[in-house]
């Protein structure tokens, strides 16, 4: 199975995908943590891309599509993928046909968290992750046991350098400009499943699923 999580930047696609991975036994594949990887360990690709993530534009195509076919290509991903984040823009959808098809593979199914553009600039802001286990809390709606300790390895929370408002802003934008596109081209395919992303987190979770079935 190959799944695509799709949605604008807040919307609770790694919230998701971390759930559904333990649920479905998939590995989630996320271009943004991979991206972010890179940069920690000041790689080649992670050098080049901290210079447009910082301002909130997307890397350039090539670079993160042989990232992704790269990470498909690993043993583990023998089961099935949960992709999140990519693919982000047409030349990405199509790279990523053109990969599954010479394995003789395909998307399999396409699932869409819709949340409105007010609720995603909230959910940005009071976002803060884990620096060792990278799990997402929010200040409001899903709090840690203790301020800044994440609950599940106690390592230490911090807040994307791209979650500043204005730079949300700009990635809100460049969703809409780029990315929303791609919704057609799935929905088109007649692989996508809409959810409603403004529910509580079980609640999307439990539309998702519906969607798998
Ligand atoms: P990336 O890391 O992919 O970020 P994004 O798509 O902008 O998505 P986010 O991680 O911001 O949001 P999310 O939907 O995962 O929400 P989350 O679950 O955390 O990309 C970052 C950058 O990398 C890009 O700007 C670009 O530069 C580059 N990049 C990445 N992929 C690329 C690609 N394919 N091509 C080119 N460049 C690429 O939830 C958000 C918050 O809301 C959390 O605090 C969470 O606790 C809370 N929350 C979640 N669900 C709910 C709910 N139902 N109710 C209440 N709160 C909720």
């Not at 790694?14 to 943590?33: A, C, N, P, R, W």
């Not at 990887?37 to 993530?53: F, P, Q, S, V, W």
Request: glycine share 8%; proline share 5%.
């Amino acid at each position: 199975m190959i799944i695509i999580l799709l949605g604008a930047p807040g919307a609770g696609k790694g919230t998701q995908s971390e759930i559904l991975q333990g649920k479905l036994q998939m590995v989630h594949v996320s271009s943004g943590d991979l991206l972010r990887d890179n940069r920690k360990r000041c790689t080649e690709l992670g050098k080049i891309a901290e210079g447009y993530m910082v301002k909130g534009a997307l890397v350039p195509d090539d670079l993160v599509i042989q990232m992704i076919v790269e990470r498909m290509d690993a043993p583990d991903t023998e089961h099935g993928i949960l992709l999140d984040g990519f693919p982000r823009t047409p030349p990405q959808a199509a790279a990523l046909d053109e990969a599954l098809n010479a394995k003789g593979k395909r998307v399999n199914r396409a699932l869409y968290i819709k949340v409105e553009d007010e609720t995603l600039l909230d959910r940005l802001s009071g976002r803060w992750t884990c620096r060792n286990c990278g799990h997402v809390y929010h200040e409001k709606f899903a709090p840690p046991r203790t301020p800044g300790v994440c609950d599940v390895c106690g390592g230490e929370l911090y807040q994307r350098d791209d979650d500043k408002r204005e730079t949300a802003i700009i990635r809100l934008r460049v969703y809409f400009d780029q990315t929303m596109p791609i919704i057609d081209y799935y929905r088109n395919r007649d692989i996508l499943c809409e959810v409603n992303g403004e529910q509580p987190i079980e609640t999307v979770t439990a539309d998702l699923l519906e969607c798998l079935r």
